[in-house]
């Protein structure tokens, strides 16, 4: 329990240490988003490695709304057989003016920042990044994307500067 709480307070601070202005990304995030839209299950297609996920397979996050009007975050795998889940929690802090900024916390009132990069007109593929170059998310409602899509994505972080030769395409056979 102690690692868990170790790895999940390093990687929730990790990003307020990442200069973000000298990064040479673009993660300003989509101008147009209905949150009810993105809520519910999606699954991890791609991501960038990093030690709170690290091994993991058969990823998925799932986003249910809260009463208080924050969103309840779960996210779930596996790892070397045995399945994994982490509870956290999401906002917006401006949900007017940058509805697709949020903040997603794992360990108490530490947040980081989630946003949401690129999205099809369906709520089916998103491109979810952070002020920091070394988080990155393919997440699609279903499994498996085609290459078309899974181009016009790439693309996409490409153009905002993401170096998207380091992703690591996470297997979703389990999930098939």
């Given at each position: 329990?102690?690692?868990?709480?170790?790895?999940?307070?390093?990687?929730?601070?990790?990003?307020?240490?990442?200069?973000?202005?000298?990064?040479?990304?673009?993660?300003?995030?989509?101008?147009?988003?209905?949150?009810?839209?993105?809520?519910?299950?999606?699954?991890?297609?791609?991501?960038?490695?990093h030690?709170?996920?690290?091994?993991?397979?058969?990823?998925?996050?799932?986003?249910?709304?809260?009463e208080?009007?924050k969103?309840?975050?779960?996210?779930?795998?596996?790892?070397?057989?045995?399945?994994?889940?982490?509870?956290?929690?999401?906002?917006?802090?401006?949900?007017?003016?940058?509805?697709?900024?949020?903040?997603?916390?794992?360990?108490?009132?530490?947040?980081?920042?989630?946003?949401?990069l690129?999205?099809?007109?369906?709520?089916?593929?998103?491109?979810?990044?952070?002020?920091?170059?070394?988080?990155?998310?393919?997440?699609?409602?279903?499994?498996?994307?085609?290459?078309?899509?899974?181009?016009?994505?790439?693309?996409?972080?490409?153009?905002?500067?993401?170096?998207?030769?380091?992703?690591?395409?996470?297997?979703?056979?389990?999930?098939?």
């Amino acid at each position: 329990m102690k690692r868990l709480i170790l790895i999940i307070m390093s990687c929730t601070l990790f990003p307020f240490f990442s200069p973000a202005q000298d990064s040479g990304i673009d993660s300003t995030p989509i101008s147009h988003f209905d949150l009810s839209k993105y809520l519910g299950t999606w699954y991890e297609i791609a991501r960038f490695d990093h030690s709170f996920e690290s091994d993991m397979q058969n990823v998925t996050a799932e986003y249910l709304l809260r009463e208080d009007g924050k969103v309840e975050v779960i996210n779930s795998g596996w790892k070397n057989g045995k399945y994994k889940v982490a509870n956290g929690k999401a906002r917006q802090p401006d949900p007017l003016t940058d509805p697709a900024h949020l903040e997603v916390s794992f360990f108490l009132f530490f947040y980081n920042d989630y946003n949401i990069l690129m999205l099809d007109k369906d709520y089916q593929v998103a491109l979810v990044g952070s002020k920091s170059p070394k988080y990155l998310w393919i997440l699609s409602r279903t499994p498996q994307v085609s290459d078309d899509v899974i181009g016009e994505f790439l693309d996409e972080a490409d153009l905002r500067g993401y170096d998207t030769g380091a992703l690591i395409w996470v297997d979703q056979s389990l999930n098939l």
